[in-house]
């Protein structure tokens, strides 16, 4: 876990937390029945409390709980190896804004489709776990890191990041379409959330202001990678500055920040640093 950033940290701790402490500490001490779970209750995001009953708190709360233990593992396992690509791109403070918003649109999304017919539910048809903002992660690992490698365990196929979003965007269109699998609500809030992904990766300055956002970075890797970043002479140069206006900009506001002009200055100074043969 050291290596991970805080965000991505606090994820896993507070869902794999609030799990065992909601399916196993709680139902004992207050000597609940099998399968009543109290926070639960309270969080999960149905359309009648959460949207008519106004309470709000559920766009959020659904997203940290979870109904067994493959729920938990498997969404914990995508957030610790797709969650770190998109906090170091964006930066900690917009990556949570980046995660929640996409977990609330993926309960606005199924409470649209629910009431226009298209999936099938009650208005107390509840909502729970973390795969609408993780399906925001994993689309916006597939902009910015589209050509990447990815190997699964089931199937055990080789994927580009590219192929793999739109692979689960046609399944969870097809579940609900066809109304197979029986849980078309949660597919619902799979497409909510990447949906909005792929909107705030077209469109990052709807996040907001640039002030405050910082790039965190392994201490173990930073440390390896600045000397190339960063190279240093006897002389300072006008280009050298550059560089470090540049790395600046991106600690403070994120690589999605550059300009595609400060880009060209970072990969020329990179190339420049390779070996020659």
Request: hydrophobic residues 50%.
């Amino acid at each position: 876990m050291s290596h991970l950033p805080p965000v991505v940290k606090w994820l896993l701790i507070l869902n794999v937390g609030i799990f065992f402490l909601d399916h196993m500490i709680l139902p004992k001490l207050l000597g609940l029945p099998k399968n009543v779970y109290p926070l639960g209750n309270l969080g999960a995001f149905t359309i009648q409390s959460g949207l008519f009953e106004l309470h709000l708190w559920q766009f959020v709360t659904f997203q940290f709980l979870h109904a067994h233990l493959l729920h938990i593992l498997f969404n914990s396992i995508a957030i610790y190896f797709f969650g770190p690509w998109l906090e170091r791109w964006w930066g900690s403070k917009k990556f949570l804004i980046f995660y929640l918003a996409c977990g609330a649109a993926g309960a606005a999304f199924f409470t649209l489709l629910a009431l226009t017919g298209v999936v099938p539910g009650e208005l107390d048809s509840y909502l729970i776990g973390a795969s609408a903002g993780i399906y925001g992660i994993l689309v916006g690992v597939a902009v910015i890191a589209p050509n990447l490698r990815v190997a699964l365990l089931f199937p055990p196929i080789e994927l580009s990041m590219r192929q793999l979003a739109i692979a689960l965007m046609v399944i969870s269109v097809g579940l609900i379409l066809f109304h197979l699998g029986g849980n078309e609500g949660g597919e619902a809030g799979h497409l909510g959330g990447a949906l909005l992904g792929y909107f705030l990766m077209r469109y990052p300055r709807l996040l907001g202001g640039q002030s405050g956002v910082e790039i965190i970075r392994p201490k173990a890797l930073a440390s390896q990678a600045a000397p190339k970043l960063r190279p240093r002479s006897g002389v300072r140069t006008g280009e050298d500055t550059a560089v470090d206006l540049i790395l600046d900009k991106i600690s403070r506001e994120g690589f999605q920040s550059l300009t595609q002009a400060e880009r060209d200055i970072l990969t020329e100074a990179a190339q420049r640093q390779q070996p020659r043969p």
